[in-house]
Nanobody
Framework: QVQLVESGGGLVQAGGSLRLSCAASGRTLYTMGWFRQAPGKEREFVAAISGSGGWTNYGDSVKGRFTISRDSAKNTVYLQMNSLKPEDTAVYYC?????????????????WGQGTQVTVSS
């Protein structure tokens, strides 16, 4: 059982930046992902990082603006979000990927955090 706690969300103006953190209760060498969900919409893949941190991947809507990273010593995964847009407004979740399927699929992930709200004003 792994517990995840996200933090770092808040209200920011368009063009601004935020850094989200996801702290795991124990050591995890699994692929970790960030997803987001806006009201009335399905949960959307944002970014993923391998257990070693050797590869990363991003959703098309955030490529070039967001950066995922991890600090294994701190059991923490980060999401640096720059050039934020109003359409980035959502609850952001981190999760541990236990499945062997595609990294962008919600169903491949287990142990979700409670989420942190990000609101970008225009």
């Amino acid at each position: 059982q792994v517990q995840l706690v996200e933090s770092g969300g808040g209200l920011v103006q368009a063009g601004g930046s935020l850094r989200l953190s996801c702290a795991a209760s124990g050591r995890t060498l699994y692929t970790m992902g960030w997803f987001r969900q806006a009201p009335g919409k399905e949960r959307e893949f944002v970014a993923a990082i391998s257990g070693s941190g050797g590869w990363t991947n991003y959703g098309d809507s955030v490529k070039g603006r967001f950066t995922i990273s991890r600090d294994s010593a701190k059991n923490t995964v980060y999401l640096q979000m720059n050039s934020l847009k109003p359409e980035d407004t959502a609850v952001y979740y981190c999760a541990v990927k236990l499945g062997s399927g595609s990294y962008y699929l919600v169903g491949e992930y287990a142990y979700w955090g409670q989420g942190t709200q990000v609101t970008v004003s225009s």
